[in-house]
């Protein structure tokens, strides 16, 4: 059964950081494509960013220069290193990961950037 285990995240005043980690398990197919979705109140889920396993990355324009995502391909590990927060980056944020054809999704974290 895959399982996706999410750690970080919190409350944070503007202009700090956070970094979020995504452990994925039991697939013995591996993952490809995992990345990083929000869902701020009364919003769409969107997307914040992606990373496939050979290690492209893909980012919304609103955390492009700010948001920095990675993964450990061996853990089978996602992160996101999150700086400069604003108020608008307040969301629960869900991890992603893509095993066979199938998206699989973290428990979500909820994020809030409050002074």
């Known amino acids: 059964q895959v399982q996706l285990v999410e750690s970080g995240g919190g409350l944070v005043q503007p202009g700090g950081s956070l970094r979020f980690s995504c452990a994925a398990s039991g697939s013995i197919f591996g993952f490809g494509t995992m990345g990083w979705y929000r869902q701020a109140p009364g919003k769409q889920r969107e997307l914040v960013a992606t990373?496939?396993?050979?290690?492209?990355?893909n980012y919304a324009d609103s955390v492009k220069g700010r948001f920095t995502i990675s993964r450990d391909n061996a853990k089978n590990t996602v992160y996101l290193q999150m700086n400069s927060l604003n108020p608008e980056d307040t969301a629960v944020y869900y991890c992603?990961?893509?095993?066979?054809?199938?998206?699989?999704w973290g428990q979500g974290t909820q994020v809030t950037v409050s002074s």
């Open positions: 990373i496939t396993s050979g290690g492209n990355t």
């Open positions: 992603n990961a893509w095993s066979r054809g199938r998206a699989y």
